[in-house]
């Protein structure tokens, strides 16, 4: 009983459910094997791939607290709010029974088998435009790139999935992939998504473009400290010239989203579907309490550390736009727009990768390659960005190092990066004093493991 219980949930996840998504449930009478059929019905499919990133365990708020929270910067206020998962991530104590680190297995493999049923349908499926299939190709490869990126950083060994689950009894029996396995895949999917895609225009820079997947790739790269490879791919980044930094003030305005620092983006909207597009990530990352206008209910999940604000030198013009202070001096991330009429349903794109990150990126490569010229002159167009002065300190790969990680901490606060950052730098014991290293990787679902016993929890859960 428990496995048909199981499968029904599988299918449930993988065919979508929620009343504003495109892919359409079973229970209706367009069930999914034979739905897409043409080029309009696999449109759909694609949207709905796109859709799966605005998921709760997706961009909308799980990706990007678990990117941050277990880092130095950021701590959640108010623990007792939401089951205390996200104060679970601020002290490393996570069970594996949290509704958070459940949602983003769950969600990340809605999106997975959203992408894999597009991949799979759309070669026996005839475009009006060769180009535009090639393109959504490697959009779908993109995302499942993504999927698989934040899966493995986050639980190492994880089952990959690379074609339509069809039946889901399929599914079951699978076990955890190793990691160097999963991060073949994703090198393999972005690659493919490079030659693919469309480089960025005007037309189409609120789809996957070109840079986007050089700058995943490169991100990957610098994960597995294959640092030739990253700067590479990076470097085609800045070469291609189709992205540049923007005025501070305009990165995160919502009048000026996907503007030319964005290099990829999950989008939100608000007032839309009885206000049920917008991010949530306003109500649970501001401060607990925090009252403008009419809007109440923020809940505390993201507040920022009172040592960090002091980072920032006075004539930083980041200071007071990418942070705000309340009157008690609590400090918040000010890159989420304050919504306009219902607290969860802010209309702030999250922003997924940005230009800013490719330059510091290079940075950190050059640092490790031993070009450390080359590396400050990369620092030095963060820094001169915001008002301040050429980078003057000792030029040693150490000295170099610590700026580079200071300017990604000021520049890139509350983005989601500084746990994965500490991670792949091999530094949880240096900077967070974690001696444990069964902390490093999150625990499987409880339901998972109950469900599946061919998925094996992590050590020490």
Known sequence: MKRTIYFLIVIALVTASCDNELIQNPNTSK???????????????????????????NFDTAIPAIGELPGEDAYDQTPANDGGVYGQLDDYNVIAQSGLIANIWKDAYKGIQRANIVLNRIENIEYNSEETRKNRIGEMKFIRALYYFNLVRIYGDVPLITSEIINPQDSFGQERTPANEVYTQITEDLSEAIDLLPV?????????????????????????????????HLEEVVSSGAHNLVDVNEVFSTSNELNEEIIFAVQFSSGINSNSEGSDAYRMFNPTGRVVGNLTGTKGHGVLKSDFYSLYQNNDKRKDVYVGTLESGVAYNNK??????????AESDWVVLRYADVLLMLAEVENELGNQTNAINYINQIRNRVGLEDYNGMEDKSSVFTEVDLQRRLELVWEGHRWFDILRQNRASEVL?????????????????????????????
């Open 31 to 57: 069930v999914a094997d034979n739905f897409y059929s043409n080029e309009a019905e696999l449109e759909e499919a694609v949207n709905a791939v796109y859709a799966s990133l605005q998921f709760t365990g």
């Open 200 to 232: 960025r225009s005007e037309s189409n820079k609120m789809r996957v473009v070109k840079s986007a997947a050089q700058v995943l790739l490169g991100k990957v790269e610098l994960t597995l400290q294959n640092y030739d490879q990253a700067k590479l």
């Open 336 to 345: 989420i727009a304050v919504p306009t009429t219902v607290v969860g349903d």
């Open 433 to 461: 004093g974690i001696s444990d290293n069964t902390k490093l990787l999150m625990p499987l679902p409880a339901s998972q493991i109950a469900a599946d016993p061919a998925l094996q929890q992590n050590p020490g859960y």
